[in-house]
């Protein structure tokens, strides 16, 4: 019987028939447009780090620690952005070529599920952080962070965790239970699921996003699927054997090619919301609660504000 129910799953996988059902030519005016806007977006918010190192004093008082943690927070979280505009761009790119059929391989549609879940991930993490504002929760992240590193046993790592005080900081953090790694006096986190920290912030909801956070959830269990090899989405993304050739102006493509360009276009509106929804106007929120920090905090509310204007009703 396993079997026989095997066979009946393991034909609807291979069964599925892609349909396409939009219109190419009005993706691609999108997708340029995106692809430029998130590109200027993502420069000026680089501006934002600069400006968070120049309002550090110099000292380590506990405002200049705490903006030495966001700061690190936002390196990190705009390296993934600019990573997912790239594999987007590069994407893109190899679906539009004029002298050929365009089509798209299974590995396109992992490397933007990677890069998506990635992005997500990291947004919602930062978020909480910036949210809650306790310094426990960044020590939480650094513990772990320092404690992954010295179990990677390359030769090249590991020189500058000799250190007494931080091998002994991180011994007694490896030693706590995962409770109190959750909740104690140095560490704290409160939410340590994707879908924990989704629904902390669908009960927070003050802002009227929970139609976003539920899309975000939705989309992440999705995306995870397709990278632990859930083939159904991909089957269907990457159809075996002759197909249909589909015209749009001066571009000729498969299926593939039209999937592949609409869960570009999804998720480079996605990167948008994530950033001038949620990750922004957290970040100033933080920020403002930082001694000597609200120029900065200011700087921000400009740079989400401006680029929520540019792309009003922004959809794909
Ligand atoms: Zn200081």
Redesign the pocket.
């Known amino acids: 019987m396993p079997f026989t129910h095997n066979l009946l799953l393991l034909k609807a996988h291979q069964g599925v028939i892609p349909t396409v059902l939009r219109d190419f030519g009005d993706m691609r005016v999108k997708i340029g447009f995106l692809l430029k806007h998130l590109k200027e977006f993502l420069t000026e918010a680089k501006g934002v780090k600069v400006a968070i190192d120049d309002a550090?004093?110099?000292?380590?008082?506990d405002?200049?620690v705490y903006l030495r943690n966001v700061a690190l927070r936002l390196d990190n979280d705009l390296g993934l952005q600019a990573i997912h505009l790239g594999i987007a761009t590069r994407l893109w790119e190899n679906i539009t070529h004029r002298d050929v059929v365009n089509a798209a391989e299974t590995t396109d549609f992992l490397s933007l599920a990677l890069s998506t879940r990635g992005i997500l991930d990291s947004t919602f993490r930062s978020s909480l952080l910036y949210w809650k504002m306790d310094i426990r929760l960044y020590n939480k992240q650094l513990a772990e962070s320092l404690d992954s590193l010295r179990k990677l046993k390359w030769s090249s790592m590991g020189a500058h965790l000799d250190d007494p005080a931080l091998v002994a900081a991180l011994d007694q953090f490896a030693a706590l239970s995962n409770r109190l790694k959750q909740d104690s006096t140095l560490y704290a986190d409160p939410q340590p699921t994707f879908k924990g920290k989704v629904d902390h912030f669908r009960k927070e909801d003050k802002v009227g996003l929970e139609a976003f956070f539920g899309e975000c959830d939705e989309f992440y269990s999705a995306l995870s699927d397709m990278v632990h090899g859930g083939t159904a989405s991909m089957l269907s993304a990457v159809p075996p054997g002759p197909q249909i050739v589909l015209a749009s102006d001066d571009l000729r493509f498969v299926a593939s090619a039209h999937h592949l360009a609409e869960l570009i276009g999804v998720t480079l509106v996605l990167a948008h919301k994530l950033l001038t929804m949620l990750y922004l106007p957290l970040l100033e929120f933080t920020l403002r609660h930082v001694e000597g920090a609200g120029t900065v905090a200011e700087t921000v509310q400009a740079i989400a504000s401006q680029a929520r204007s540019r792309t009003q009703n922004l959809s794909f």
């Open positions: 550090d004093h110099g000292d380590d008082c405002a200049c």
